[in-house]
């Protein structure tokens, strides 16, 4: 069983930054897709951002340029540093886990709130 757990989240003003963080349990969990989804207020959840074991990254449009996923393998982590925030970027953020054999599994969700 994969456990992810985030934390990082808060409010910060437009043009802040935070960083989130997801540890997840479980041996399969160094060979697996590790990413970030979010779902604003009236929308449908959306990915974010993904990065393979290898360290492929892959993000969303919205976020290009301004944030960044990275992993670390040896603590089964994955980081979402996000820069220059704009308050459209308001959503509870999920981390995914995405396992070769078992499948994906979610996070709670952590809310960040950017103010303008």
């Known amino acids: 069983q994969v456990q992810p757990v985030e934390s990082g989240g808060g409010l910060v003003q437009a043009g802040g930054s935070l960083r989130l963080s997801c540890a997840a349990s479980?041996?399969?969990?160094?060979?697996?897709?590790m990413g970030w989804h979010r779902r604003a207020p009236g929308k449908q959840r959306e990915l974010v951002a993904a990065i393979t074991s290898g360290g492929t990254t892959n993000y969303a449009d919205s976020v290009k340029g301004r944030f960044a996923i990275s992993r670390d393998n040896a603590k089964n982590t994955v980081y979402l540093q996000m820069n220059s925030l704009r308050p459209e970027d308001t959503a509870v953020y999920y981390c995914?886990?995405?396992?070769?054999?078992?499948?994906?599994?979610w996070g709670q969700g952590t809310q960040v709130t950017v103010s303008s």
């Open positions: 995914n886990v995405d396992t070769a054999y078992a499948g994906r599994f």
């Open positions: 479980g041996s399969m969990v160094s060979f697996a897709v």
